[in-house]
């Protein structure tokens, strides 16, 4: 059974930051594609940052420069360090794995920027 459970979600002023993680298990993690993504009320979700399973990372253009991807293939982990965060970040954010037709989905983690 596969699951991808995240964490450190939270409420944060703007210019703050925010680590969030992502637990995998039930996959072979090293060879899998991961990704965050996120999905604010009354809009689509969309990739925030993409690392794949050899460790390039890609990241979308409203993140650039304050977010950073980074996998522990040990751990079975992804990272999300969130940096300068606005409150146009507050979205749920996901974590996905991703390999040939197959896509695994988290539950979701709730991050909030506000003053």
């Known amino acids: 059974q596969v699951q991808l459970v995240e964490s450190g979600g939270g409420l944060v002023q703007p210019g703050g930051s925010l680590r969030l993680s992502c637990a995998a298990s039930?996959?072979?993690?090293?060879?899998?594609?991961m990704a965050w993504y996120r999905q604010a009320p009354g809009n689509q979700r969309e990739v925030v940052a993409f690392?794949?399973?050899?460790?390039?990372?890609n990241y979308a253009d409203s993140v650039k420069g304050r977010f950073t991807i980074s996998r522990d293939n040990a751990k079975n982990s992804v990272n999300l360090q969130m940096n300068s965060l606005k409150p146009e970040d507050t979205a749920v954010y996901y974590c996905?794995?991703?390999?040939?037709?197959?896509?695994?989905w988290g539950q979701g983690t709730q991050v909030t920027v506000s003053s």
């Open positions: 690392i794949r399973s050899g460790g390039t990372t």
């Open positions: 039930g996959i072979i993690f090293n060879i899998y594609h």
């Open positions: 996905a794995a991703a390999r040939s037709d197959n896509t695994y």
